[in-house]
């Protein structure tokens, strides 16, 4: 009689099977009737109880997916009404869970400056391709809005962010949009630990905007896009001159907006 081969001892893992709450399936199962478009922006879901009658689960189930959904900007509630409704994530919403996975990867404000660098003169450019007169009236009332209000460093750099937007806005390019949202959201800590330190700071600030305004109105591409350079560069220099390391990790300088030293070597 043959002997029995001996025994092989296996190097097969298996991943452990994931047990989901019985919201984020239902969560799951609206998110997708959302992307592929079968929920349109503006439709209305069913009432709570209708939903959980459909999933088979109980109303405080389908309450929480609906939480989960909102949070996440996919649905709103309108005024005087009960019932969700099917809405698409702002940019800004879009845009936050972005920003804060590069502070927590100490991104500094010189990687802020290069990004700026990179992204924002094309999008002047595109802008002054694709600008329409409402557009240009955005721009041209964000411009306004810092010239006669920056004395107040917190609004002056919400004003900045929101002439970066109007350009971007002007590019009528969704992709471009979302992708400057999140660099815009590290911009403003940025600019607020400068912005009071460089007594040109606002002058210089202003001046450019309404140098890439007027060639936006124009439709001068290389014009704007030269200005857009020009006003980028003008934020590391102003780093520079306030005293504070343009190494620094922007979540920290947001927080100390004393002068830091390099943390890293570039």
């Known amino acids: 009689m043959s002997a029995e081969p001996a025994a092989r001892g296996s190097s097969v893992e298996f991943a452990p099977i994931r047990a989901e ?3 984020r399936k239902v969560a799951d199962a609206l998110r997708d009737r959302i992307l592929d478009r079968t929920l349109r922006e503006g439709d ?10 459909q999933f088979g689960v109980h109303r405080s189930t389908v309450r929480e ?4 959904l909102q949070s996440s900007g996919l649905l709103v509630r309108r005024a005087g ?3 969700f409704a099917v809405t698409r994530p702002a940019p800004g919403v879009v845009a936050e869970g972005v920003s804060r996975a590069l502070a927590l990867h100490e991104v500094t404000y010189l990687d802020v400056w290069e990004a700026l660098n990179i992204l924002e003169p094309p999008i002047a450019e595109s802008a002054a391709r694709r600008r329409t007169r409402k557009s240009l009236e955005r721009v041209g009332a964000a411009a306004q809005r810092f010239a ?3 004395a107040d460093a917190a609004l002056a750099v919400r004003h900045v962010a929101a002439f970066f937007r109007a350009v971007g806005e002007a590019t009528r390019n969704p992709v471009l949009m979302l992708a400057q949202e999140p660099l815009l959201q590290l911009l403003e800590p940025s600019l607020r630990a400068m912005i009071d330190r460089v007594p040109q700071a606002r002058t210089r600030i202003a001046a450019a905007q309404r140098r890439i305004r ?4 124009r ?7 030269e200005w857009m350079i020009r006003h980028v560069r003008d934020f590391r220099r102003g780093h520079e001159l306030a005293g504070l390391a343009v190494t620094a990790a922007a979540s920290h300088l947001a927080r100390h907006p004393g002068p830091l030293s390099s943390t890293q070597d570039r």
């Open 214 to 217: 007027e060639a936006l109105e």
């Open 81 to 83: 009404s009960k019932r």
């Open 65 to 68: 997916a609906l939480r989960e």
């Open 44 to 53: 209305r879901l069913p009432p709570e109880t209708e939903l959980a009658r």
């Open 148 to 150: 006669a209000d920056h």
């Open 219 to 225: 439709g001068d591409a290389a014009e704007a896009r």
């Open 21 to 23: 709450p019985a919201y």
